[in-house]
């Protein structure tokens, strides 16, 4: 199961300063924060567009299409497991990157198995 979270929604106090780590399951969506690392899968850019560029880089086969195959190979290894895909917006959106990811990455599940890979 993926499942979308927003730091906005956590009331984290601000850990800027604090060294994080993340559990093998969450997969973080942003640009650069504390000591995480910008995501391959982050892009400065609004959501129609960002839309866009996702679906290139699929078509493309780049980097960031092997990084939302790698999820989904995870989520058809463990039908029962859930991964948590992190997004830091700060708008009260209900279509953000995070959102975006997960409605490919289910694209790529459904793909897998409408042409029996699995």
């Given at each position: 199961?993926?499942?979308?979270v ?6 984290i ?27 391959i ?15 290139s880089?699929?078509e ?12 989904k ?28 990811v ?17």
């Amino acid at each position: 199961m993926l499942v979308v979270v927003h730091l906005r929604d956590l009331n984290i106090p601000d850990f800027s300063n604090r060294k994080v780590s993340l559990q093998h399951n969450v997969i973080y969506l942003g640009k650069a924060i504390s000591d995480i690392a910008s995501s391959i899968l982050y892009s400065n850019l609004p959501i129609k567009k960002y839309k866009h560029w996702l679906k290139s880089e699929i078509e493309a086969k780049t980097d960031v299409y092997e990084n939302l195959a790698a999820i989904k190979q995870q989520l058809i290894n463990n039908p029962d497991a859930s991964i948590f895909l992190v997004c830091d917006c700060h708008k009260a959106e209900i279509d953000c990157q995070a959102t975006t990811v997960k409605r490919a990455i289910m694209y790529l599940v459904v793909e897998e198995w409408a042409f029996g890979y699995f």
